[in-house]
DNA sequence: GGGCAGGTCTAAG
DNA sequence: CTTAGACCTGCC
C-alpha cells in the first residue's frame, strides 16, 4: 500500500495522501506534539518518542522503526482509512467543501483512551496554551522519563496508577486550578474500575457516552472528545465555542442553544459528523469566525 | 491590570 | 430538562 524505505532511525514513506502533520496536529485533538525549528513536529506516544515531517510527496518518521510503523504508527496515524471517499461525501455540502479545503491534511488520531481523558478534563474552560503548558507539568512530574531527542527531555503521560498516587495539592502544581479535584476522582473511578475506560470502545456511541459522563469534569463536550478521538466513534460531534460559533455562522443564521446545534449537527452529518466537526474547527479557527 | 479562555458543576425554575 | 453563575489562573 505504501512504499517504506528505511534510512537510520529514519522511515520514509511514499504514497500517503490525505495527511499534513500541520492540518493534524493543530486541529485540536491533541495537545502532546509541538513543532520544531525546522516545521517537523515531535510528539510522545505509549511510551515512544517521533518526529513527522512532510515533505513533498513524502512523510518522514524520525526515532522509529519499521516494526512500529507498521504496529504503531499506521493505527495512530489512521492511515489504513480511506480518506478521500470521506471527503467525498462531506463535500456534497458547500461549506464543509471550502473548510476541507483548508484542512485538507487532517487525520483524526487514535489516541489513548485514559491520556485524552484527563486531558480533556484539563482543557476545559481554557485556551490551548495554557492546556499544553499543564499537560507537559504533568508529564513531566508524574510520568515516567522516555529520552531525549534534539536536545528535550520526553516524559510519558502518567498512568491512572501513577496519578492515583497524587493528592489534589500536587496535581495543582501542574497549572490544573479547580480541575485537579476533577482529576482526582476521575482517577479514583477508573482504578478502582467503576468505569472501564478501555472496554467503552465495544459499546454503542450512546452507551459509551453515558458512561463517560460519570466521571468527574466529564460533560458532553469532553465526552465527545473522548469519544472521537479515543474510541474510534466517528458519529460523536464536539461542540466547543469555536464548533458552536461556525454552526451557527454558516449553518443556523441564528445564537442558539448548545442543544439544538448538537441536534441540528448530528442530524446533518451523521455516522461522519466527527470528521466534519474536525474540519469546521480548523476552519473556524484558521478564519477566526466569530470573533 | 482586567477580561478572556476548547466547559462542568450546582442550584433553581 | 433547560438555564444562570461560579470557577483556577496564566496569558494577552
New binding site residues.
Given amino acids: 500500500m505504501y512504499k517504506i524505505t528505511q534510512s537510520d532511525e529514519k522511515i520514509i514513506i511514499k504514497g500517503i495522501k490525505d495527511f499534513d502533520p500541520i492540518h493534524t496536529f493543530e ?3 491533541c495537545f502532546r506534539w509541538n513543532k520544531e525549528e525546522d516545521g517537523s513536529y515531535t510528539g510522545v506516544v505509549k511510551g515512544k518518542i517521533l518526529n513527522v515531517k512532510k515533505d513533498g510527496e513524502y512523510i518522514i518518521f524520525d526515532k522509529t522503526t519499521k516494526d512500529d510503523f507498521i504496529n504503531l504508527w499506521m493505527d495512530y496515524f489512521d492511515l489504513k482509512r480511506d480518506y478521500n471517499l470521506i471527503k467525498e461525501k462531506l463535500s456534497k455540502d458547500s461549506i464543509l467543501k471550502e473548510a476541507i479545503q483548508y484542512g485538507e491534511g487532517i487525520r483524526i488520531l487514535n489516541q489513548d483512551e485514559w491520556e485524552t481523558t484527563i486531558s480533556f478534563i484539563i ?9 499544553k ?1 499543564s499537560i507537559e507539568a504533568l508529564c513531566k512530574k508524574y510520568g515516567t522519563y522516555i529520552g531525549a531527542y534534539k536536545g528535550k527531555r520526553y516524559y510519558d503521560f502518567p498512568s491512572s496508577k501513577q496519578l492515583f498516587k497524587c493528592s489534589e495539592e500536587e496535581i ?1 502544581e501542574s ?1 490544573t ?3 485537579a479535584k ?1 482529576i482526582v476522582n476521575t482517577t479514583c473511578m477508573i482504578e478502582k474500575n467503576q468505569v472501564d475506560l478501555y472496554d467503552l470502545k465495544k459499546l454503542f456511541t450512546y452507551d459509551a457516552r453515558s458512561e463517560l459522563l460519570k ?9 465527545d ?1 473522548i469519544l472521537l478521538f479515543s474510541m474510534e466513534k466517528y458519529d460523536a460531534f ?1 461542540i ?4 458552536k460559533r461556525v454552526m451557527e455562522y454558516f449553518y443556523i443564521h441564528e445564537e442558539t ?1 448548545l ?1 439544538k446545534v448538537q441536534l441540528f449537527s448530528q442530524e446533518k452529518f451523521k455516522d461522519l459528523a466527527g470528521f466534519a466537526q474536525q474540519y469546521l ?1 480548523y476552519y473556524a479557527r484558521e478564519l477566526g469566525i466569530g470573533k
Avoid: H, T
Fill in positions: 486541529c485540536g485533538q482543557s476545559s474552560n481554557r485556551g490551548i496554551p495554557i492546556i503548558k495543582k497549572y486550578g479547580y480541575r476533577y466521571l468527574s469534569g466529564v460533560g458532553p463536550k469532553v465526552a472528545c464536539p466547543d465555542v469555536w464548533v442553544s442543544k474547527f
